[in-house]
């Protein structure tokens, strides 16, 4: 993961070292995602209570997965399948 882009020039030093250590903290995300989505499609809220993660951490990192080929959003006759107002995710 290219870190320049996650960081400006007049960011605090804090941010900077966050921004080093996002590659850490994303890996270690999508393994806990990918191990609750194994067990049983879900949404982001409901990865919450199974990952310890916050659904903003979880929205995140969705979209990684997907990209990566690893989850998808599951589709009911052509539609994206919703619960409660959000796509229920399953792992690949």
């Known amino acids: 993961m ?5 960081v400006r020039a007049r960011d605090p030093l804090s941010s900077v070292l966050a921004a080093e250590r996002t590659p850490q903290f994303a890996g270690g995300h999508c393994a806990r995602i990918l191990a609750a989505l194994r067990s049983q499609p879900a949404t982001a809220h409901e990865l919450q209570a199974t990952t310890g993660l916050t659904v903003v951490q979880i929205d995140r990192r969705l979209p990684d997965l997907l990209k ?8 009911m006759a052509g539609e994206d399948l919703m619960r409660g107002g959000a796509r229920v995710w399953e792992a690949l």
């Open 68 to 75: 990566a080929g690893h989850a998808r959003v599951v589709q």
């Open 2 to 6: 290219q870190i320049s882009h996650l």
